[in-house]
């Protein structure tokens, strides 16, 4: 996902079981960062779990870049993580 600079895979049964007890067991799970100049700061980590994207679920890879897609630049964008356990809200925009 260029805009975000994550790698990303789909959180399911099978890779919810490599990561520490998450609430959820659909979205997206950060397995790393890119290096690309032209990415938002998103203070994403391997590890994160996207469950939603402006109060949309995502479920799959395929589902969050749909949605990123769907947005306009310079418009804020709220995702919902969870991170150690916790449910957190990340915002950013994208140019």
Known sequence: MPQLGILGVDLNAGTGAMTA????LTGVIVVGRTETADVADTGLVAGDAICAIN???VLTVDGLVSA????????????????EGKLTFITFEIE
């Open 55 to 57: 109060g949309t679920t």
């Open 21 to 24: 007890a998450l609430r959820t």
């Open 68 to 83: 990123l897609r769907g947005l306009e630049p310079h418009r804020p964008i709220v995702l919902q993580v969870e991170r």
